[in-house]
């Protein structure tokens, strides 16, 4: 099977590519600048090869069977690796740094990252970087298919360590938040049989921080009664704390600059220990580009110092904490 698919062309995968998306001969023969009968045959011949049939032929279209399906998705695969490769190597002929995908959670780890790639900036300044927020669940899909290089986020299942690799970088402080007018503000903590009787705004189930406020409430024998409303977007959580009464569970690092501004209201209530850890994720087997490995090396630096800047203020309170130092030059 291995000689058989080795007979594949680029030509074949452009072929299957468009057919895939256009599911009609005629006009992916116009796009081939090929005759109809030219390709008729060119599908013949890589049903030949593969030893399988992998469209039916209906009157108006031709529809893909399970397994042309799985050769389409191969196909289209293949190619966005060729077109990453050409764009890649052609800006790094031309004296560039190459191009850099991260997918990111908010909270803490979008506090790291924005630092992170303003230094990545100044060390590489002809590096395309793209960034995509998103939850883990999401990103790690993404990084599934190759449409990030590298995510900052947490495993949402444990059988995902068998296909990434994971590097942890720090812990997250979690805060019960709310609109400034909300009725529990104040110095005096509410109990958790207090807060499960309000309303709340959820990150959706597959994500982290939902498992740690359902274990919050499920640890203590408690579930919430009031109404529910569950999204993964903050800026839509921080419109509906403004304008209601619903509290939410959120990263420390995210909503502490809309309390300052006096946008938010910390809720004092004494959270159960339950704080996950997010990390550096990446595809097992596959050895990380020039560009990821410069950015891994900013962000553990950066990480590193967040660290010894926290356990420096701890041991000292209200001292200023240590300036953040350079990463390495390795970069």
């Known amino acids: 099977m291995l000689a058989q698919v080795s007979r594949l062309r680029f030509r074949h995968l452009q ?28 599908l013949m011949d890589i049903e030949e090869m593969l030893e399988a049939r992998l469209f039916d032929r209906l009157p108006r279209d031709m529809q893909p069977n399970e397994l042309g399906l799985f050769t389409l998705r191969y196909a289209h695969s293949a190619l966005d690796g060729h077109r990453k490769f050409v764009d890649e190597f052609s800006n790094l002929k031309q004296g560039g740094h190459g191009h850099l995908s991260i997918g990111a959670i908010s909270g803490a780890a979008a506090h790291l990252l924005i630092a992170a790639v303003a230094e990545l900036q100044r060390l590489r300044p002809l590096l395309v970087v793209k960034v995509l927020e998103q939850s883990s669940d999401q990103l790690i ?18 059988s995902q360590r068998d296909q990434f690799h994971y590097e942890n970088l720090t812990g997250e402080a979690l805060q019960i938040t709310a609109g400034v007018h909300h009725p529990l503000r104040g110095p005096n903590a509410p109990g958790l049989r207090e807060l499960s009787n309000w309303p709340w705004i959820l990150y959706p189930t597959s994500t982290a921080l939902r498992k740690v406020s359902d274990d919050i409430f499920r640890s203590t024998g408690l579930s919430l009664t009031s109404g529910i409303v569950e999204t993964p977007s903050f800026l839509f ?50 050895p990380p580009s020039a560009a990821v490995l410069a950015f891994m090396d900013v962000i553990r630096n950066m990480a590193d110092h967040e660290a010894e800047a926290a356990l420096a203020e701890r041991a000292t309170p209200g001292a200023r904490p240590k300036p953040r130092g350079r990463a390495s030059s390795r970069c």
């Open 141 to 158: 899909v993404w990084l599934a298919e190759r449409k990030i290089d590298v995510m900052i986020g947490r495993f949402t299942d444990e």
């Open 15 to 42: 072929f299957l590519d468009i057919l895939g998306k256009t599911r009609n001969l005629r006009l992916t023969a116009e796009q081939m600048y090929i005759t109809q009968p030219a390709a008729t045959k060119v």
């Open 237 to 286: 959580a921080l419109e509906l704390m403004q304008s209601t009464t619903m509290l939410s569970l959120q990263p420390a690092a995210l909503v502490d600059k809309y309390v300052r501004r006096g946008l938010l209201t910390r809720i004092a209530a004494e959270l159960p220990n339950r704080i996950p850890d997010f990390g550096l994720i990446t595809l097992q087997g596959e």
